[in-house]
Every structure is written in C-alpha cells, then in structure tokens.
DNA sequence: TCTCATGAGTCTTATATAAATTCCGTAT
DNA sequence: ATACGGAATTTATATAAGACTCATGAGA
C-alpha cells in the first residue's frame, strides 16, 4: 500500500579525494563535475539509474534508488568499482546507511484539506494552496512529514525505513478515518 | 500567397518536503 | 574569526504561470 519512490544513503571512503581526477580515472556512463556550479562529482554507474554525489572528502551520497536493495547493489557496485581502481581498498567499511525514504500512498477517498487540517491540529499542519497545493502534515509522535494532496495522494519523506513512514501513513489514514465519521 | 496576429494546446519551471554532503557568502 | 544559511541532487505529489510551438484566420 505504500511503495518507495526513492530512497538516498550515505558513507564515507575514509580517504580524502581528488574528485576530478577520479572523475577522469572512471569509465562512466555519465558524470559530471563542474565546481562552478556544485563542487560535488556526480557519477551513474548506470545511465539512468541512481546518482552517486562524491566529496572531496571521500563523503558520498546515492540517491535516486526504488528499493533498498538497489541503493545497496548500488553501493556494493560503487565500492567495487573504486577498489579495482585503487582508490580505495577493497575491504573498506564506509558505514553506509540509509538516511531518507521518500514513499508514496494514497488514500481511499479525497479529503477536504481545510477540514483535515483542523482535525489533524493546525499545530502540526501547514496548509497554504495558493503557495503549495499540498497539505504538510509533521505527525508529533512519528519521524516523518507527510504531503496530501486534495485527490487522497500521499507522499510520505524524511524517515529513515519503511516501517516508520508506514506507521506514519497509518497513522495518518486512522485520523482520516476519525475524521469522516465526525 | 505571404505575413502577422491570436488562439489553443503543450512544455517547463516554480512552489514545498526530507536527507546526506561541502563550500561560499554574509553576519555577528 | 566563527557561525549560520543557502546552494545542487533525487523522488513522488499538484497547482499556476510563463514560455513555447503549431495552427488557423484575416488583412494586405
């Protein structure tokens, strides 16, 4: 009922880099880097597919994945890459974790956003259509912000697992539910 | 027929949300 | 000098507005 539409996650190589170097050393599909307008290098292991945002640090973001099990592929593949490279070593532990899931749902009917708002608590709502068409909702007892929209669409971002923008989602629905029956 | 205008329809951009990152500018 | 805010990226979502293309009609 809810499915991610993206998921982004971060690790860090340990090593400092010369990321236009790296750049030149990898044979990509695509990258990018251009200082004057972002000083993060931009990879794709695949055209297309997840955004790997690399720092002179040896920080680095993927980004742009549908499931887990793609931004750890992703990684894996990333870290493969660089160590045959030798620019890092094959062992390295870069402690990668997952830090936002952004996710989709949708409820079973349309709301009234004016309604809805007040009875979610105009505290944890904000509700501008002439600025935004949709309602920001920050549940108080759940790490997540959720978007709804007018037609019953959700998006559901800044949790870290699925689990928690689900109960989140939940959450929401069981107010909506409160809601119509009142 | 050719050119210009206007209308309609499509496309892009901005708006807002989260998170990681680093660097640059501003303010204290 | 330090601290803080904004910048770019991804992605779903939905509105409006502006940009843009194409067509048709009218006037010359």
Redesign the pocket.
Known sequence: MISI??A???G?LGVELDVAEVESDLDLPYT?YD?S????L?LRLVE?G??I?V???????I??C?TFEQLYETNDAFLTTLSELDIVDAETETGF?V??V?C?AQLDDPVDLNTLSIALGLESV?Y???????L?Y?PADH???L?V???????I??A?DVDTAEDAFKHLQKQVTTYLEQ
Not at 37 to 40: E, F, I, L, P
Request: glycine share 14%; charged share 15%.
């Open positions: 539409a993206n982004v996650g971060s860090d990018e200082p307008n972002y000083h993060g931009y297309g997840p955004l945002t720092y002179r640090s040896g920080k680095y973001i980004s742009g549908s974790t830090q936002n952004v989709t904000e501008e259509p002439e600025q935004f068409p949709g920001i920050r790490p997540a912000v978007l929209f007018a037609n019953g669409k959700i998006v971002t800044g870290s």
